[in-house]
């Protein structure tokens, strides 16, 4: 289901709670709602949609993915950068990392890991800040 876009700041500055089976319908409204937004934007969080659950979901070149309870476990390579999102307006600036290794579930609750880096990476660092309750 598509879902509005939250905008309220109180709500995304609160921190997620971690995602469970029960929440997989999240994970398919967030996959709607991006690809409902495909054209103004690259990756969403749940809590962008209203649910303060730790779930994103992002464009990984061309195909978008779905990330439950997803984690940073390795970083390098600082850059600064500008980046907007559609729950705010106009843009802000961020700290990124090229390169970041992320362990996270997918819709079955396994965990998996791995590296992503560049444009990829910054798109689920951005997500990953909603999670932290991180407004850029």
């Not at 994103?56 to 600082?78: A, C, H, L, R, T």
């Not at 996270?104 to 965990?111: G, I, L, Y």
């Amino acid at each position: 289901m598509i879902r509005d876009i939250c905008k309220d700041e109180a709500f995304l500055s609160q921190k997620a709670q971690p995602a469970t089976p029960d929440d997989l319908s999240v994970g398919q409204d967030l996959l709607d709602t991006l690809t409902h937004h495909k054209e103004e934007c690259v990756g969403m969080a749940a809590n962008m949609i209203g649910a303060n659950k730790r779930i994103i979901v992002f464009d990984n070149e061309g195909v978008y993915q779905v990330m439950y309870n997803p984690e940073i476990v390795k970083k390098s390579g600082p850059y600064e950068t500008e980046e907007g999102c559609l729950s705010l307006t106009g843009t802000r600036p961020a700290k990124r990392w090229k390169s970041i290794k992320v362990r996270w579930q997918n819709e079955k609750f396994q965990e998996r890991v791995k590296t992503f880096t560049g444009w990829t990476a910054q798109i689920i660092q951005h997500e990953l800040d909603h999670c932290q309750g991180i407004v850029i």
